[in-house]
């Protein structure tokens, strides 16, 4: 099976990854989750559905992303639809996660 490159967007509070989150995207996720919440000062919303490896490496990366952000009074919010390979991992891992992206005005929005 052919892995997409990692994709990410940005767009109201809701940080859009896609393709593979491979070793080599891991930097770069790590810069996006950082920046759009501003060093884990402020809520975001993870969007993880449409990506296809998630190894343990970006695992840790959003695991200490949660970490962080609770201890600053945010919070970092998973999302990852039912089917998908990201829902199978967070499921697995015992992750907090959304299976879809919350409503504005709920936690994680």
Known sequence: MLERPFSSSYADGVLTLGGSLDEYAVAALRSSVEEHSDEHRRSLTVELSDVDFLPSVA???????????????????????????????????????????????????
């Open 59 to 109: 695992i840790g990366v959003l695991a200490t992303g949660l970490r962080r952000a609770e201890e600053n009074g945010a919070e970092l919010a998973l999302v990852a639809a039912p089917g998908t390979i990201a829902h199978r991992v967070l499921f697995i891992t015992g992750m907090p996660y959304f299976e879809a992206v919350p409503e504005r005005g709920t936690p994680g929005a």
